[in-house]
């Protein structure tokens, strides 16, 4: 069983650039989580994806925003960089949404701002 | 509000050693807990999981309980391994705040042989 894909691995971008992240969840798998990943912060949570709805969202600027289609396939874009968007961006793919369900990450874009 | 507080790290150990690294949490509703590992330039696996009190998960040696009277997930292991070498997340999540998960803020992990 695959697991879930993100593309690209790398990514390098200049300030003021938009950027788009794909995510491919496990076949299956209908909710998409979006985390970032520095070293200052740790892991944040952006926003999941359930069906093609955002059901939650983190708190972050509405720079930041993101898509789920109907194969559950999941987008996350940002808009107008800034160096500090510089992170590895995580997506997690789960199977349902109780509580008790672990998610299934992919390896990450790292993306650099310069 | 949810939040995890994670030993700081980093940690060192030789090989054989015993592994601990303590994780305590407050929430705001009924939590699941869950240890994570993250290894150089990978994402995050799942290591083990506890979804009651008192529950304990296990995998690979690895061993955590969830104390519901200590707030706390405490990771152990008997005898670690140069493989073990990661970065171990420890990570809430609330009753009826879907898939969004809290992460502590990782411990490094180094053992030498």
């Known amino acids: 069983k695959a697991g879930v894909t993100q593309t690209p691995r790398y990514l390098i971008k200049t300030r003021g650039q938009q950027v788009t992240l794909s995510c491919s969840p496990i076949?299956?798998?209908?909710?998409v989580s979006w985390y970032q990943q520095t070293p200052g912060q740790g892991l944040q949570f952006l926003f999941e994806?359930?069906?093609?709805?955002?059901?939650n969202k983190g708190n972050f600027p509405g720079r930041f925003s993101g898509r789920q289609f109907s194969n559950s396939r999941s987008e996350m874009n940002v808009s107008t960089l800034e160096l500090g968007d510089s992170a590895l961006y995580l997506c997690?793919?789960?199977?349902?949404?109780?509580?008790?369900?672990?998610?299934?990450f992919g390896q990450g874009t790292r993306l650099t701002v310069v | 509000g949810n939040s995890v507080t994670q030993m700081e790290g980093p940690v060192t150990l030789s090989e054989e050693a015993f592994l601990t690294i303590n994780c305590t949490y407050t929430?705001?509703?009924?939590?699941?807990l869950f240890w994570y590992v993250q290894y150089p330039g990978e994402g995050l696996q799942l290591l083990l999981k506890?979804?009651?009190?008192?529950d304990k998960g296990s995998n690979k040696g690895f061993e955590a309980t969830y104390r519901k009277e200590t707030t706390s997930f405490h990771l152990e292991k008997g005898s670690v391994q140069v493989s073990d070498s990661a970065v171990y997340f420890c990570?809430?999540?609330?009753?009826?705040?879907?898939?969004?998960?809290?992460f502590g803020t990782g411990t490094s992990l180094t053992v030498i042989p």
């Open positions: 997690a793919s789960s199977l349902g949404s109780t509580s008790n369900t672990e998610a299934f």
């Open positions: 929430a705001t509703g009924y939590p699941s």
């Open positions: 994806y359930f069906s093609e709805t955002q059901r």
């Open positions: 990570a809430l999540k609330v009753l009826n705040t879907g898939n969004q998960f809290y």
């Open positions: 506890a979804t009651k009190a008192d």
């Open positions: 076949s299956g798998h209908r909710s």
